[in-house]
């Protein structure tokens, strides 16, 4: 069983070959090297129609992979009642009438068996999040260190289930914890002491919500912008993208053109994708072009217009 928990004796994991070098550029570069990293997958601008049984299978194989079961699931609805949910109920729900289930909840939470306090749930073995309303999106990460090779069919299959108009597979230290960034909280959990988010990576986080969930006033209107309009949510060592991404403007070329001239990863054909691998040494100089061309929303912030709640 994977342990949720860190050493008692307050040491660290070591990563390796210097796992920090791919999450560097969303924290603080005076980051301590030697942080424990989860494997993370975020799938973003998820179809609104996707299957129930079919994600409820997803997640039981990738809990069971790992030596786990979710056997809690965390509801989140705009009622005061919040139903309580199992995998099981889940099933006879999607069974009964699917798309009635999947509109009785705007968040779903699986965490394997022992989640106690909320401080605890920063550190998960294994977590899976599922959000159906603006960004609608669905994450899963494993306090595991996976290679990219296996972390690549991992990618794949979830965006199978999801039909997301963006995925990405990525590391990410536990001390800022996996899940803190998927719902975009920059506040260390109580406690933790190595490392800190610097002002600017700060920002980024508000960034993408402003641009994604709250909304950005221009002229009295409010705007939102998410990857299905062709934008990103950062630079990450594995993009699942489409031709909306690639074709956008970067300079005088495409964005595909520009990883190839300036030797920011290979991008491979995957089906009606393209998944670009960035190496970790050009993930900041990839951040760097998607920042100055407009195509990060987590770089997104426009002069002039206001943001507001």
Same mark, same amino acid.
């Given at each position: 069983?994977?342990?949720?928990?860190?050493?008692?004796?307050?040491?660290?994991?070591?990563?390796?070959?210097?796992?920090?070098?791919?999450?560097?550029?969303?924290?603080?570069?005076?980051?301590?090297?030697?942080?424990?990293?989860?494997?993370?997958?975020?799938?973003?601008?998820?179809?609104?129609?996707?299957?129930?049984?079919?994600?409820?299978?997803?997640?039981?194989?990738?809990?069971?992979?790992?030596?786990?079961?979710?056997?809690?699931?965390?509801?989140?609805?705009?009622?005061?009642?919040?139903?309580?949910?199992?995998?099981?109920?889940?099933?006879?729900?999607?069974?009964?009438?699917?798309?009635?289930?999947?509109?009785?909840?705007?968040?779903?939470?699986?965490?394997?068996?022992?989640?106690?306090?909320?401080?605890?749930?920063?550190?998960?073995?294994?977590?899976?999040?599922?959000?159906?309303?603006?960004?609608?999106?669905?994450?899963?990460?494993?306090?595991?260190?996976?290679?990219?090779?296996?972390?690549?069919?991992?990618?794949?299959?979830?965006?199978?289930?999801?039909?997301?108009?963006?995925?990405?597979?990525?590391?990410?230290?536990?001390?800022?914890?996996?899940?803190?960034?998927?719902?975009?909280?920059?506040?260390?959990?109580?406690?933790?002491?190595?490392?800190?988010?610097? +002002?600017?990576? *700060? $920002? =980024? #986080?508000?960034?993408? %919500?402003?641009?994604?969930?709250?909304?950005?006033?221009?002229?009295?209107?409010?705007?939102?912008?998410?990857?299905?309009?062709?934008?990103?949510?950062?630079?990450?060592?594995?993009?699942?993208?489409?031709?909306?991404?690639?074709?956008?403007?970067?300079?005088?070329?495409?964005?595909?053109?520009?990883?190839?001239?300036?030797?920011?990863?290979?991008?491979?054909?995957?089906?009606?994708?393209?998944?670009?691998?960035?190496?970790?040494?050009?993930?900041?100089?990839?951040?760097?072009?998607?920042?100055?061309?407009?195509? +990060?929303?987590? *770089? $997104? =912030? #426009?002069?002039?217009? %206001?943001?507001?709640?």
């Amino acid at each position: 069983m994977l342990s949720a928990n860190p050493p008692e004796d307050g040491t660290e994991r070591h990563l390796k070959g210097s796992r920090a070098t791919h999450f560097m550029h969303l924290i603080n570069e005076s980051v301590p090297a030697h942080l424990a990293a989860a494997t993370c997958i975020y799938f973003d601008g998820i179809a609104a129609d996707y299957c129930i049984p079919e994600m409820l299978d997803l997640i039981e194989g990738w809990f069971a992979t790992y030596e786990s079961k979710p056997r809690v699931v965390l509801v989140g609805t705009d009622e005061k009642r919040v139903p309580r949910y199992t995998v099981k109920s889940l099933r006879i729900g999607a069974a009964t009438d699917e798309a009635a289930l999947r509109r009785s909840f705007n968040t779903l939470q699986f965490f394997p068996k022992g989640r106690t306090t909320i401080d605890d749930t920063w550190r998960p073995s294994v977590y899976f999040a599922v959000k159906t309303r603006r960004p609608a999106s669905a994450f899963f990460c494993v306090n595991v260190d996976l290679e990219a090779t296996d972390l690549v069919p991992i990618l794949l299959r979830g965006d199978e289930v999801f039909r997301s108009c963006a995925a990405y597979g990525f590391w990410f230290p536990e001390r800022f914890s996996p899940l803190g960034y998927f719902w975009g909280i920059s506040v260390e959990p109580a406690g933790r002491q190595n490392g800190a988010w610097d +002002t600017q990576k *700060g $920002r =980024r #986080l508000s960034h993408w %919500r402003d641009n994604t969930d709250i909304g950005i006033v221009s002229d009295s209107e409010r705007r939102f912008f998410g990857s299905c309009d062709g934008y990103v949510r950062d630079a990450y060592p594995l993009m699942l993208v489409d031709q909306r991404h690639m074709r956008r403007n970067a300079g005088c070329n495409t964005l595909a053109e520009q990883v190839k001239k300036h030797r920011l990863g290979e991008i491979e054909a995957v089906g009606g994708k393209r998944l670009w691998r960035v190496p970790p040494d050009k993930l900041a100089a990839a951040q760097k072009l998607l920042d100055d061309n407009d195509i +990060t929303l987590s *770089g $997104r =912030r #426009l002069e002039g217009v %206001r943001y507001q709640n």
